[in-house]
Structures are given as structure tokens and as C-alpha cells.
């Protein structure tokens, strides 16, 4: 099945913590995001560039929402004995990670991938039936092969809906590409009226300090600051237009937030 549908307005709202892993939207109709511990998996030295391997989570979100509940990402999936060697990983099932949420698999109304990559949709196949949201040139090159687990998205009952672009897909929850570690990497924006924001950043970045080097590249170019200076991903600046509140990360448990204020240059 393909969609593609066209950005519309955004809802009202304020974004407060409520708990470790866990973000309360509340406003017209309470949105609740709850962070999903679905295990880890070991990074070779080889991948990290340096002499040691690196234990990375395999980190997941609910969003709760009044048309519905939201999964994006579904945990690391199992299927090929090579993937398994290399990386080592140790599963949460995703049944249990829903319940400690308060939810089910059947509660599922909807899966928005960040990408196709196996450590990102194991557990879609246990959600036969449910739209899953995707960027085209994502699922076109999931299919070309050679890139993911072939059974983990191409399975009997998948449902996909092909985005090209940003949607808003329900009020104040928002898809916008952030492509770089694939093409067709996409991230999930929780957006209220009063400009605080959630972001679900999946693997747009490995880690919040990489996002946070990133975006401090971006404000010393707006800022004037003569070159050289790093690049940064060009869409940055659309994230920057929601003013983020909050970004959470897949393989990162760590936390970006903005520092209040401003830096300007000295006098």
C-alpha cells in the first residue's frame, strides 16, 4: 500500500518529564511518550575505530496519542547467523518492554521505522496488519537486497505506507527525513503549541553528543563565526524550526537538551 500525504498544522500543548525514559505531552488530548528498553547489542572495535568494542542500547518508543498508539522502531531482529556472530545481541522482547508501558502488541495502531536495518525492525513481523510508515527510497532499497534481514520486512501480512517527505501524520506528531546514516532515514517530531518538542532522532546521529556537536556547528554559522567550521546536516534546520525541547537517540541512552540562552560573540 503507498501513501504520501502533504504537512498540515500542528496541535497545542506543554512537554513535562514524568519519569526515567518517560515524556508527558499534555494538552488538547494527553500524548505520552515512553522510552522501550529492547536490549543491546556489541559493536566490534573494528566499527568503533578504536581498540576496544562498544555495548550500544537498542532503545524503542511508544507514543501514546488520542487516535492511537505509535511504535516507532520494533527492537533488533534475529534471522541471520553472520548479524548474530558480529554483534552479539541480547534481547528484550518487545511483548514485555509494550507491557511494562502499559500496552500490547494488539494496541498498536501504527510502526514508524527511523529504518530497515534488522537492529531497528525485529519485532514488525509480530505486528502483521499495521501500517508501517516509511520514506520510499527506504523501502525501495530494503528491497533491492543485500541490505537488512529480508523475513524482518518482508513478511506475510506487511503493510507499508511510503512517504516522500515530511507528513504530519496526527496532530502535532510529525515525520521528517533526516537522511545520512541511510538515505532514507526519517525521525518522528512530537510538536505542541507552545514550541516545546520531542524528538525521536533514531540513528540520525549515534549519539546526543554528536547531535550536540552538530547543532552547536550550526548556531556558530548562523552566528557569523568566520569559517572554517565543521559541516552539519543540512536538516537541522528543519528540526531547529520546531524548537526541540528534548532529542532521544536508538543506540544512546543519553539525552540531548538545549542550554538556555545564547552565545554571542565578545565585543
Known sequence: ??????????????????????????????????RLDLGFFVRPAAEVGGPHPRVEPVLAYLVEHERGRLLFDTGIGAGDPGAEAHYRPRR?????????????????????????????????????????????????????????????????????????????????????????????????????????VVVLAGQAHDFASHYASDELARRAALDGVAPPLPPYRPWLDRL???????????????VWEPVPGQVRPSQ
Open 240 to 254: 531547529a524550526d520546531f524548537e526541540p525541547g528534548r532529542v532521544f537517540f536508538a543506540h544512546d541512552c543519553s
Open 1 to 34: 500500500m503507498t501513501h504520501r500525504t502533504n504537512v498540515t498544522g500542528a496541535g497545542a500543548g506543554t512537554v513535562t518529564v514524568i519519569g526515567t525514559g518517560t515524556v508527558a505531552v499534555a494538552g488538547t488530548g494527553t500524548v505520552t511518550v515512553h
Open 92 to 196: 528484550r522482547p518487545l511483548e514485555g518492554a509494550l507491557a511494562a508501558a502499559g500496552a500490547a502488541l494488539e494496541d498498536v495502531a501504527v510502526v514508524v521505522n527511523c529504518h530497515l536495518h534488522f537492529d531497528h525492525i525485529g519485532g514488525n513481523p509480530l505486528l502483521a496488519g499495521v501500517p508501517v510508515l516509511v520514506q520510499e527510497t527506504e523501502l525501495a532499497t530494503a528491497r533491492r537486497g543485500g541490505y537488512t534481514i529480508d523475513a524482518l520486512f518482508d513478511f506475510p501480512g506487511a503493510r507499508y505506507e511510503e512517504l516522500s517527505g515530511e507528513a504530519e501524520l496526527w496532530p502535532g506528531v510529525w515525520i521528517v527525513p533526516t537522511p545520512g546514516h541511510t538515505d532514507g532515514h526519517q525521525s518522528l517530531v512530537v510538536r505542541q503549541g507552545d514550541g516545546t
